[in-house]
């Protein structure tokens, strides 16, 4: 395992050096050249099957579009399951071909729209949706990319009426994660984890790796919930599902967090950040280390970030957002601000009004913070992050009441959401003569 | 080379819904969810259907449909089982109007015996309900009609699976045998795992819809010394599949309650499919506005009728919906069309240019497909013309036809569903000369290629099938079936790929 993925990471690293070609600019000449992946013979894992079938069979026939399309959704999973951004540079070689040669079918335009939503493309990915929903009326993957686009740009009605249209089309994995992510936009944490449930139920005997994703999501929720040894189990059960999945052991390191632990938490994300180089992931390693007392090496996990952030730049991934919150946080001001309105503006979402509401406050406009962060919550959601954000804004604006309702959100859910701002939790908590709850055990 | 279209269009046609898809879409690029686009669901994947008369007791109809393709035998801890939350469905319309008339509804219960084991069993098991059993599984059978709702069955025994010669020693008789259960109306059930009795040479049917024996007449013609020579491979050799067979009196599912005597009758004939349904959910309350953990009504997410209509003739875009629809609608739906003008008829003169040319290949529409429209209306088991019944896609079987009655009047475990489908989909039964060969390209005389000669090479299953209920073979064990699909070399006496 880790050697292979000790190759993944060079190969990433010289893809680095020649960014892909993208939309932008005069499209070059269409190639059917196909970028072949190394893949370990001995391998066991299904992606990896998949990937050696299609190319075995692309290099007996290079017209064979039905491997290139399996090659290019392989490619698509993989980048799932290992965090290499270069592979969707891969994935898109082989899309571009498919789009020339088979613009109209469905299945090339949900792998295109899937690529699409990786790289926070997202009004290109709601154009491509469209085209795929009206190509197949009620197909439930047309759908669900739908869906994604719809919620990434803050339609948020559309994107409901789009999943219910899934549910009654097709109950399964897909529809029923798309059903509680909706439900938990709403703030309704109850019903988002029973629905979580019925995904984990349906994906029984499926793709390991999907599996693995709605119980990771599972546990997310039932942390949220207060529920610990719930989320616990649903960690544990994803890693039974997909050995070594990192999402799973960053929400241990989430629950240990929530524990009060954050140095037994910095421990498993420095693994965690060492096999699958997300920024995510060492945001929330500098984080534990900050927590636990550990400065300097808290500066050092953040400085990664730029480095793994460039990397997906150079493969296509927009992530002006993300970084902008990470820099509201470590570097605020005028820049981190431009930075986030310059991600807003094609990432309209209900996060994205809270980062922006963030930068707005870091730089002393709370009235204008206040507008973004009720646009994020107008749903009601109770993602404690965005609720700490809502307290702190109304608090800088004198309105008390407001502030302790948003903070009780945080301390009813888990008011060790970020274990390097504990103690900007527990001064908001004493300011506003609230207590913050002794961690669970 | 074959054309770009026809590339992608067959290798799209033919992804069976046994054939498991890459589920996609990356995930934690960053901060933004995306849940996979593309679900596989092998628990409430309706892989297979059958439907025969008894041959020792005529006076009974057995029904077998199968659920979750491609079960690999050696697949611990956690072996495949039917899902707590799918409703499992065989329907039965006796009058001809494509609608149930009585269904029977299957549900599942799954307890944890031991939850301080990640074993299966601890030790050896002698009987379906053996202690050392860890990972139990009952199920009630329920009998709907129009009249009335019955269970005929409330805690039917789901066998443990064929774990391997140390767990199950003796499995039929010992564990799965026992587990044949009585019904209240005279019948009886079998719910559990299998030998998967279908057999198909996926390999090379989805490579460009290749034949192997015809490998020369492709239009890629690929050397036949590929280390399988022209003898097909079966795809479903060393597989499990999990199989709910039903054993009913004929006059419990005909309509007026009587045994059909007269072959050319149209009460003699029932329509069967079987389904699989999970429960959908509404995101919010019926208001708008509260969210509600209240799951809904039962979707239908997968169903099967006659043999690979699913797999072959519903375009890629339009599976989902055709899932969804019950066979009374497929024609409001607008899905005999794709049944009638059949995309591989089409693609025949494409792939092999040598045999097949527009002139000798059926063009598409009831009226040039005389012989497609008698199997989606009863024809084909045993009606005439004029008691021909409303075109839907089911399974129909004559209850007056002998036991002994093949696809397409009812289908036996043995058929050879795949061969007989090439062969009706490249037109014998239109073929103008009625000589039993392919005309020419030119469409007027022999070609010296027999229709039947159509063939994917595969001929029978690799598993025995059982003379008694529930016929359906022994599973393979996890000890001895031995697959070595995953790696290069195979051990000697193992069935491998070529090459």
């Keep these: 395992m880790r050697r292979r993925l000790a190759v993944l990471a060079t190969s990433a690293l010289l893809l680095t050096a020649a960014p892909a070609c993208r939309g932008s600019g005069a499209p070059g000449p269409p190639s059917t050249a196909v970028p072949y992946l190394q893949v370990d013979p001995a391998s066991r894992s299904a992606t990896d099957r998949d990937i050696t079938s299609a190319q075995d069979r692309l290099r007996k026939d290079l017209a064979d579009d039905g491997a290139r399309l399996e090659l290019a959704n392989a490619f698509l999973q993989k980048a799932r399951e290992v965090a290499d951004p270069t592979l969707y540079t891969r994935a898109e070689a082989l899309l571009r071909t498919l789009a020339d040669r088979q613009a109209g079918d469905k299945r090339v335009l949900v792998a295109r729209t899937v690529l699409a939503l990786a790289r926070h493309e997202f009004s290109e990915a709601l154009v491509l949706a469209d085209r795929a929903v009206a190509a197949a009326p009620g197909d439930v993957s047309a759908l669900g990319v739908k869906v994604d686009a719809l919620t990434e740009l803050g339609r948020v009605d559309e994107a409901l009426a789009a999943t219910q249209q899934m549910l009654d089309a097709k109950p399964n994995l897909a529809s029923y994660t798309r059903a509680s992510y909706a439900r938990e936009q709403r703030g309704d944490l109850a019903g988002a984890a029973a629905a979580m449930q019925q995904a984990v139920i349906a994906g029984q005997g499926g793709s390991p790796e999907n599996l693995a994703f709605a119980q990771v999501q599972l546990g997310t929720l039932l942390l949220t919930s207060g529920d610990l040894p719930g989320a616990d189990a649903a960690y544990e059960a994803a890693l039974a599902t997909f050995a070594g999945y990192a999402p799973a052991r960053a929400g241990q390191a989430r629950a240990l967090v929530a524990r009060g632990r954050p140095a037994e938490a910095a421990q498993i994300l420095a693994e965690v950040v060492s096999v699958q180089p997300l920024a995510e992931y060492a945001i929330l390693l500098g984080d534990s280390l900050a927590g636990a007392g550990r400065q300097d090496e808290a500066t050092r996990a953040y400085e990664r970030v730029d480095a793994i952030q460039a990397l997906y730049a150079a493969n296509g991934v927009d992530v002006d957002l993300e970084l902008a919150l990470f820099a509201a946080d470590r570097r605020p001001g005028k820049a981190a601000l431009a930075q986030a309105r310059k991600g807003f503006a094609s990432h309209p979402s209900l996060f994205g009004h809270d980062v922006v509401a963030w930068n707005l406050f870091k730089v002393g406009q709370l009235e204008q913070a206040a507008k973004e962060s009720a646009a994020g919550l107008r749903l009601g959601s109770r993602d404690p992050g965005q609720r700490y954000h809502a307290a702190a804004i109304a608090l800088g604006l004198g309105q008390r009441d407001a502030a302790a309702t948003h903070l009780q959100v945080v301390l009813d859910t888990n008011p060790r959401f970020s274990a390097a701002l504990v103690a900007d939790v527990e001064r908001l908590a004493r300011d506003l003569g609230m207590v913050v709850p002794p961690p669970a055990s | ?499």
């Design chain 2, 1 to 499: 080379m074959v054309s770009k279209k026809t590339g992608l269009a067959l290798a799209g046609m033919l992804a069976a819904t046994t054939f498991v898809s890459v589920g996609n879409s990356p995930a934690q690029a960053s901060s933004h969810r995306e849940a996979p686009a593309i679900s596989q669901d092998p628990q409430a994947d309706n892989t297979d259907l059958y439907a025969f008369r008894d041959a020792t007791d005529p006076g009974k109809l057995n029904i077998v449909a199968n659920y979750i393709g491609l079960e690999q035998p050696n697949g611990g801890p956690n072996f495949v089982r039917f899902s707590d939350d799918v409703n499992y469905a065989i329907h039965v319309d006796n009058n001809g109007d494509a609608a149930d008339d009585v269904t029977y509804n299957f549900r599942f219960r799954t307890t944890l015996a031991n939850p301080n084991t990640f074993l299966y069993n601890t030790g050896q098991l002698t009987s379906p309900t053996d202690p050392d059993l860890s990972v139990r599984q009952t199920y009630s059978v329920e009998k709907v009609t129009r009249k009335r709702r019955e269970v005929l069955v409330a805690n039917a025994v789901v066998p443990p699976v064929n774990v391997g010669v140390r767990s199950t020693p003796d499995y039929e008789a010992k564990i799965a045998k026992p587990a044949v259960t009585d019904l209240a109306d005279g019948g009886k059930v079998f719910a559990g795992s299998r030998k998967d009795p279908f057999f198909a040479d996926l390999g090379s049917i989805f490579d460009l819809g290749a034949l192997r024996p015809l490998n020369a007449f492709h239009l890629i013609p690929n050397p036949p010394n590929n280390g399988s020579g022209n003898t097909g491979i079966d795809g479903l050799a060393d597989k499990n599949v999990h199989t709910i067979a039903l054993q009913v009196p004929i006059s419990s599912v005909t309509d007026g309650g009587g045994t059909p005597t007269v072959v050319d009758a149209k009460s003699s004939v029932v329509g069967i499919y079987a389904s699989a349904e999970r429960q959908q959910v509404r995101i919010l309350s019926v208001d708008g506005q509260r969210p509600t953990k209240n799951a809904g009504r039962w979707v239908q997410v997968s169903r099967l009728g006659i043999p690979l209509v699913n797999e072959v003739l519903i375009p890629l875009g339009s599976k989902d919906r055709w899932n969804l629809t019950a066979p009374k609608d497929d024609g409001k739906a607008g899905f005999f069309g794709f049944i009638l003008d059949p995309e591989l008829t089409r693609l025949l003169p494409t792939l092999y240019p040598s045999v097949f040319s527009t002139a000798n290949t059926p063009r598409g529409g009831a009226e040039n497909r005389p012989d497609l429209v008698a199997l989606v209306t009863g024809q084909l088991a045993g009606l005439s013309p004029g008691n021909a019944l409303p075109p839907a896609d089911l399974l129909r079987i004559n209850l007056a036809s002998s036991p002994g009655a093949s696809f397409p009047n009812g289908r036996q475990l043995a058929d050879d569903v795949v061969d007989t489908e090439i062969q009706v989909l490249a037109g014998v039964f239109t073929d103008p000369d009625h000589d039993g060969f392919i005309n020419n390209k030119s469409g007027t005389g022999s070609s010296g290629i027999p229709y039947s000669a159509l063939s994917d090479g595969v001929q029978a299953s690799d598993g025995p099938l059982l003379n008694v209920f529930p016929y359906v073979g022994t599973p393979f064990d996890g000890y001895n079936a031995y697959s070595c699909d995953l790696v290069k070399t195979c051990p000697a006496g193992v069935p491998g790929p070529p090459g």
